[in-house]
Nanobody
Framework: QLQLVESGGGLVQPGGSLRLSCAAS????????IGWFRQAPGKEREGVSC????????YYKDSAKGRFTISRDNAKNTVYLEMNSLKPEDTAVYYC??????????????????WGQGTQVTVSS
């Protein structure tokens, strides 16, 4: 059974850091790109960062460049999103997803076949 399970969300002060995890099971990750997306209250879901699992090629949306880092752990079938210098506008539910598309397409148009249930990130003082 295919599953994507996010964890690591929480409440953090502005300027703080969080690391999100996406644990995958039931699929051969080397065939997929794995991406992080977010949806803030009242806004549409948007791409954050995506990684091609087989070789680690990454793509970042402008909002994530310089502050967020996506990575993978092959042994754990897990993709991480390290988020630094967090801002209140980063507050959202963060989702991971799996796609057979390339990383830029996946992140730009949210082209994904499988989605996790999401984890809440709140940046507030």
């Amino acid at each position: 059974q295919l599953q994507l399970v996010e964890s690591g969300g929480g409440l953090v002060q502005p300027g703080g850091s969080l690391r999100l995890s996406c644990a995958a099971s039931g699929l051969i990750l080397d065939y997929y790109a794995i991406g992080w997306f977010r949806q803030a209250p009242g806004k549409e879901r948007e791409g954050v960062s995506c990684i091609r699992y087989s070789d680690g090629i990454t793509y970042y949306k402008d909002s994530a460049k310089g502050r967020f880092t996506i990575s993978r752990d092959n042994a754990k079938n897990t993709v991480y999103l390290e988020m630094n210098s967090l801002k209140p506008e980063d507050t959202a539910v963060y989702y991971c997803a799996a796609s057979l598309y390339d990383v830029q397409t996946m992140c730009s148009v949210m082209a994904a076949s499988y989605w996790g249930q999401g984890t809440q990130v709140t940046v507030s003082s």
